[in-house]
């Protein structure tokens, strides 16, 4: 909308902090509250036991405290749902484009590797190491049974309408024309100009990938795949992850490239990776040994090419 600013900042102000430490707050009384229902139901039961009788008066009681308890209980729920919507938000914006290399120092598909200066490799270390950390601490989703999951969760692709906040990490594709050949990166968002509905996004590994091409990319939405906001819990909601054989894009081991593969292996539980295989022709059956990915970085792939 053209209420949208061009030039978000990249960093969450003390606003957000602020507010998540109020959303805390809350839930540490709404738990109070709950927990205070519950040793009412408790010692009415006690009393009721002692009786050897559950009069009417004891009846009318228990059935006002339990609508009090499960009210409670779904007030609780929705802050801790707030909260973690508002940690994710927080972690998303985090810049971690810092202490980075240059992504052709890593082995990829269908490559050969190269031998990184000492001084860069300390750095991609540093980088890679961020990177594992915000996908292990992706929230789950603490959706109730039955319930869908909202989108950006998981498997879930975003709403028709939606626009990336900036310091988002996203997949961006750059074209031919700028890379000599078509690459998925893993970028972080920097503004949405509404008028030419085209993203700035900055290459997440901020060294210059190619000499005289800059970090920063001027992309249309259709060219910008935002990464899950939360992850799903496969105990729960497994028949919604990625299934074997599926095509997505994912995250090569230590690169900061998305490269077309299949799944392997889906995960079973919520700290367990993807298992998917890359394709490469290098290998007889079209595809590289399976290598873990997390949920984060798998996303859905579609063949048809983004202008």
């Not at 989108?151 to 988002?168: F, S």
């Not at 050949?181 to 997440?204: H, M, R």
Request: hydrophobic share 30%; net charge positive.
């Amino acid at each position: 909308s053209s209420g949208i600013n061009a030039e978000w900042p990249l960093r969450p102000g003390k606003n957000q902090f602020q507010e998540l430490n109020i959303l805390l707050h809350q839930v540490h009384d709404q738990r109070i509250r709950a927990g205070q229902t519950l040793n009412s139901i408790s010692k009415l039961y006690d009393k009721s036991s002692a009786d050897q009788r559950l009069y009417p008066v004891y009846k009318t009681k228990l059935k006002s405290l339990y609508n009090n308890a499960i009210c409670e209980t779904q007030q609780e729920i929705e802050l801790i749902l707030k909260s973690l919507n508002k940690i994710c938000r927080v972690q998303g914006k985090g810049n971690v484009a810092g202490p980075s290399a240059s992504a052709s120092s890593t082995a990829v598909p269908g490559s050969s590797s190269g031998s990184p200066q000492p001084r860069k490799a300390m750095r991609r270390g540093v980088l890679m190491s961020l990177l594992h950390q915000k996908a292990k601490q992706l929230p789950t989703w603490a959706g109730g049974k039955g319930e869908s999951p909202p989108a950006l969760t998981g498997t879930v692709p975003e709403e028709a309408n939606y626009i990336c906040n900036p310091g988002d990490d996203v997949a961006a594709l750059l074209l031919c024309d700028e890379l000599g050949d078509d690459t998925w990166i893993l970028a972080e968002v920097c503004s949405f100009n509404p008028t030419l509905n085209k993203y700035q996004v900055k290459d997440i590994d901020e060294d210059e990938r190619v000499a005289n091409v800059s970090d920063k990319h001027l992309l249309s939405r259709r060219r910008v795949i935002p990464l899950p906001l939360q992850k799903l819990n496969p105990v729960t909601h497994g028949h919604l992850l990625f299934p074997p054989k599926h095509k997505v894009l994912a995250l090569y081991p230590q690169t900061t490239c998305f490269y077309p593969a299949t799944v392997h292996k889906k995960p079973e539980n919520e700290m367990d990776d993807y298992e998917v295989m890359f394709y490469d022709n290098n290998y007889a059956e079209g595809y590289a040994p399976p290598l873990n990915v997390p949920q984060r970085y798998v996303i859905d792939f579609k063949d048809k090419k983004r202008k």
